[in-house]
């Protein structure tokens, strides 16, 4: 199962995303589930730091489908759009898919 994590302040800015494991939808190569969620945030990390000019650094280990990825304080909308339109996709994935293949957690920071 892939896991998706947004770490928010209880104010509800974003601090943190952290996404992990395989779907195990369909046998390597052929898993609609976790290139789907990979697309989406390879290509959200990519726009945050092309569109909006943060510095994106995430740590990464692509064995174990891991990407984790802190935010700075203070982003401006352009990058809170990005960010909640990544929520959007995978929570859209978590639902066609079910949550045996894609879970999204909110947790507090």
């Known amino acids: 199962m892939t ?18 494991g395989h779907a195990e939808y369909a046998e390597k ?3 609609i ?4 969620v990979s697309v989406l945030v390879i290509n ?4 945050l730091e092309e569109l909006c ?4 650094r995430p740590d ?7 990407i984790i990825c802190r ?13 909640d339109s990544l929520v959007l996709g995978c929570v859209t994935i978590e639902k ?3 949550k045996r293949y894609c879970k999204v957690k909110f947790e507090e920071v």
């Open 3 to 20: 896991k998706v994590i947004f770490r928010k302040t209880s104010q509800g800015e974003y601090r943190e995303l952290r996404c992990s």
């Open 29 to 31: 190569g052929k898993d």
């Open 33 to 36: 589930v976790c290139a789907a």
């Open 44 to 47: 959200t990390l990519n726009s």
């Open 53 to 56: 000019g943060l510095p994106v």
């Open 60 to 66: 990464t280990d692509e064995e174990n489908g891991l």
């Open 71 to 83: 935010f700075p304080e203070n982003m401006d909308e352009k990058a809170v759009v990005l960010l």
């Open 96 to 98: 066609q898919y079910g």
